[in-house]
């Protein structure tokens, strides 16, 4: 393929190319941000390849008008009227832009995220803390958020401070459903 042949292919539609050229640009640099320079330059050429022929196309269904209060400078330096696109214009490139962007989204590669059941539980536990101001962490059932808080079987999850519970004398209340159950103060 000769580049000299694109070259002049796109100096006859320059002005095509320039508005084009823009949007592929910037869909080149979220694509750098997003993936590297390999899916920048494929997000830039891939925006290109689908825009251009868009506007072009519109463009031939209406030719821009020459505007009547706006005026540019042309490469003599006269001023001239500037070119009005019309709205089909402008919808082909914003369509083509968006288009590349639905197809280029293939392009980044995704890695999978795998999170465990308790690893999700213990992160909603921790934002679940965090926003109600909890200085201890909350006792739930194992692989659930029901909280147990209260249960009879709470020592199980907490570890009481052993020094405090030698001096302290145990209720026989206490003593007597610790014998029912089987379980020991630690």
Do not use: C
């Not at 194992?142 to 570890?159: D, R, S």
Request: charged share 15%; no cysteine; hydrophobic share 40%.
């Amino acid at each position: 393929m000769k580049l000299a042949g694109l070259g002049k292919f796109l100096a006859r539609e320059s002005d095509v190319a320039k508005n084009v050229g823009v949007g592929s640009a910037l869909a080149g640099l979220f694509g750098t941000l997003a993936g590297g320079p390999g899916v920048g330059v494929a997000s830039a050429a891939l925006d290109f390849g689908l825009t251009y022929p868009l506007v072009r196309g519109a463009r031939a269904l209406r030719p821009p008008g020459k505007s009547a209060t706006n005026f540019v400078k042309n490469a003599a330096g006269q001023l001239v009227p500037a070119p009005e696109y019309s709205k089909l214009e402008t919808v082909a490139n914003l369509g083509g832009s968006l288009l590349s962007a639905g197809l280029g989204a293939n392009l980044i590669p995704i890695e999978p995220t795998a999170y465990s059941q308790d690893q999700t539980i213990m992160s909603q536990m921790m934002q679940r803390q965090a926003v109600n101001h909890l200085e201890n962490p909350q006792a739930v059932a194992p692989g659930t958020q029901y909280q147990m808080a209260g249960l009879e079987f709470l020592n199980q999850y907490t570890k009481p401070d052993q020094s405090l519970m030698s001096r302290m004398p145990v209720p026989e209340r206490v003593q007597r459903l610790l014998d029912q159950t089987g379980m020991e103060l630690m």
